[in-house]
């Protein structure tokens, strides 16, 4: 069963940079028929998509934040990163990284989810 | 970017009940090619990630039980519980995928009356 597990900080300054890495295990992360996104939530409202990673490297960004977005893939880790940059509160939400089931320029449903994690944007 | 707008914001329906969500998109996110739908629901419990229903916009995904269906009509999908349980409470999301960005709806918060 896949499985996904979001892991890093869960308080950052504001101004600096969030950064996330999400765990894959009980399947394989280099293969070419998924794209690995991240996906957010801030309390309370809906779900935000971020970007999303291939096997080979390629991206695609949400344009609302693609000036401040990164995101990798270490395919040896099994893991996909995400960096944040220059945070506000505005960024504080739940993360989600998430499998899409498709290898079609990232135009998928998302089929595994992590359980997500809280980051807080404070001083 | 295409604009998912669901409704109602929130229903409260009787167990055993029909509940239905609706969810419009701003524009077709039907793809002439293959002639398919690119619309996702999900479901969210408290404290849980969303879970994925339907893609396709009606294909069911494996272990979704049947009292939940998908429909569409033109740019308006419907996601309908035939048969309200207790289980079902939670808030529903749609998402196209047709282009990116990729694009939630606001959310649908099913509770029981």
């Known amino acids: ?123 | 970017d295409i604009v998912m707008t669901q409704s109602p914001d929130s229903l409260a329906v009787s167990l055993g009940e029909r509940a239905t969500v609706n969810c419009k998109s701003s524009q077709s996110v039907l793809y002439s090619s293959n002639n398919k739908n690119y619309l996702a629901w999900y479901q969210q419990k408290p404290g849980q990630p969303p879970k994925l229903l339907f893609y396709w916009a009606s294909t069911r995904e494996s272990g979704v039980p049947d009292r939940f269906s998908g429909s569409v009509s033109g740019t308006d999908f419907t996601l309908t519980i035939s048969s309200l349980q207790a289980e079902d409470v939670a808030v529903y999301y749609c998402q196209q995928y047709y282009s990116t960005p990729l694009t939630f709806g606001g959310g649908t918060k099913v509770e029981i009356k």
Do not use: H
């Open chain 1, 1 to 123: 069963q896949l499985q996904l597990q979001e892991s890093g900080p869960r308080l950052v300054k504001p101004s600096e940079t969030l950064s996330l890495t999400c765990t894959v295990s009980g399947g394989s992360i280099n293969s070419n028929s998924y794209y690995w996104g991240w996906v957010r939530q801030p309390p309370g409202k809906g779900l935000e998509w971020i970007g999303s990673i291939y096997y080979s490297g390629t991206t695609y960004y949400n344009p609302s934040l693609k000036s401040r977005v990164t995101i990798s893939l270490d395919t040896s880790k099994k893991q996909f990163s995400l960096k944040l940059s220059s945070v506000t509160a505005a960024d504080t939400a739940v993360y989600y990284c998430a499998r899409q089931r498709s290898n079609m320029a990232a135009r998928s449903e998302f089929d595994y989810w992590g359980q997500g994690t809280l980051v807080t944007v404070s001083s």
